[in-house]
């Protein structure tokens, strides 16, 4: 049997795999075993932030002499400096860090911590909205998800985002029983969906005048996607909890964390609700995770910069293509979303643009594309060629 036969047979999969068996990645490239190299305009869905195998995080993380684990119950040096760090590098008065596994989980104990803080249960999101694949996740993520078995009560949110929208929120909030309203600051599993600064004010004002907590779910948009350290700060939000994973550690361990306020915090310990996790916080992964940040912070100027500039180019190109039928183009730093005419004709590009090497993300209404922070020119524009060939 090859490979392909092995995975249908031993992986669970809810879609088929791609042709590309990976053996290697590089910066913005993919290779595979037939020797393809792909330009990655995906970096796993906002992972690769930093540029796959990014050399400066892999020399640090060989040095790595820790413990190989430490129960969550002991001390631990650098599960402090990580959760210092992100109350450093997060928005508003964000201040303790629950240690998760990754994104889902991050959600998961995120909405646990406002149904304690609040003893609410009830939620607002946005809809059509994705916050990961637990029960609960999907409850406030789209009906399509969440619909077959909702965990508790989700009102919906419909684009525009705009002040009118956020005034039609008060019709549920002010009965005082939601706990939070939850969603991307900028949505990228919307095809990247800017909400409007009136729209984040005045949900924000809202949820502070009913007593309801504004959870920002930052899993894609962290660490610098969208030309900012978190997007949260376009809008100068100031959640009570800010979810993170994915480029949290460059793709080279698995981690998350749920950070909240001193407040929310202190009702999850009187409340006992529970969230040990096992390998919440590996020592590894924390290791890849303050490598990551340091990388960020080092690099943070010529990140942001390049990621403004290849974020203009890119809107520069794809707003003069001739995309066949009415086409809407969103960019936010280096989160690109393309709207087309319908699903098929954006399924049609990605496939024909894989076939060229070139990956693509498809989305519910075009593709998407979250390019590393630090491609280069050359690389954006032989990319950018191939989707102007496959249009
Ligand atoms: C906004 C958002 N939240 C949560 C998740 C879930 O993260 P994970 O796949 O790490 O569980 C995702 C995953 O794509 C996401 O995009």
Not at 5 to 11: A, R
Not at 294 to 320: C, I, P, V, W
Request: proline fraction near 4%.
């Amino acid at each position: 049997m090859n490979l392909r036969q092995l995975d249908e047979k031993y992986l669970s999969r809810s879609s088929d795999p791609e042709n590309i068996e990976v053996i290697k990645t590089k910066g913005s490239f993919i290779y595979d075993a037939k020797g393809k190299k792909y330009i990655d305009f995906t970096m796993g869905w906002c992972v690769g932030n930093v540029g796959w195998n990014n050399d400066e995080i892999r020399r640090k993380l060989k040095s790595f002499n820790g413990p190989e684990y430490v129960t969550p119950h002991h001390l631990y040096k650098s599960w402090v400096e990580l959760a210092r760090q992100l109350a450093q590098i997060t928005p508003g008065k964000l201040q303790k860090s629950f240690r998760a596994t990754g994104g889902t989980e991050a959600v998961e104990l995120a909405l646990q911590a406002a149904i304690s803080h609040t003893r609410r249960h009830k939620f607002i999101s946005i809809e059509g909205a994705y916050h990961g694949d637990s029960i609960a996740a999907r409850s406030v993520g789209s009906p399509d998800f969440g619909r077959w078995h909702p965990l508790f009560p989700c009102y919906r949110l419909s684009p525009p985002l705009d002040e009118a929208c956020a005034d039609s929120a008060e019709k549920w909030l002010k009965n005082r029983d939601i706990a939070a309203v939850i969603m991307e600051p900028v949505i990228c599993n919307l095809g990247v969906l800017i909400p409007e600064q009136k729209f984040m004010e005045r949900i924000q004002e809202l949820c502070k005048k009913y007593g309801t907590l504004f959870i920002v779910d930052e899993v894609a948009t962290g660490f610098g996607r969208t030309g900012k350290m978190f997007a949260s700060e376009h809008f100068n939000l100031e959640p009570d909890i800010l979810c993170v994973a994915k480029a949290i550690t460059a793709g080279f361990a698995p981690l998350g964390a749920t950070i909240t306020t001193e407040e929310v915090a202190k009702s999850m310990m009187s409340h006992e609700t529970g969230y040990y996790s096992t390998y919440g916080w590996h020592p590894r992964s924390v290791d890849a995770a303050l490598a990551t940040i340091q990388f960020l912070l080092k690099h943070q100027e010529r990140l942001e910069s390049n990621t403004l500039d290849m974020g203009a180019y890119f809107s520069e190109r794809l707003n003069q293509m001739n995309f066949k039928g009415k086409v809407e183009i969103n960019v936010m730093g280096l989160a690109i979303g393309v709207h087309l005419k319908n699903k098929n004709y954006g399924e049609d590009i990605v496939e024909k643009a894989r076939r060229r090497e070139l990956l693509l993300s498809e989305s519910d209404s075009g593709f998407t594309m979250f390019p590393a922070l630090d491609i280069d020119f050359k690389t954006a524009k032989a990319g950018l060629d191939i989707i102007e060939d496959c249009i």
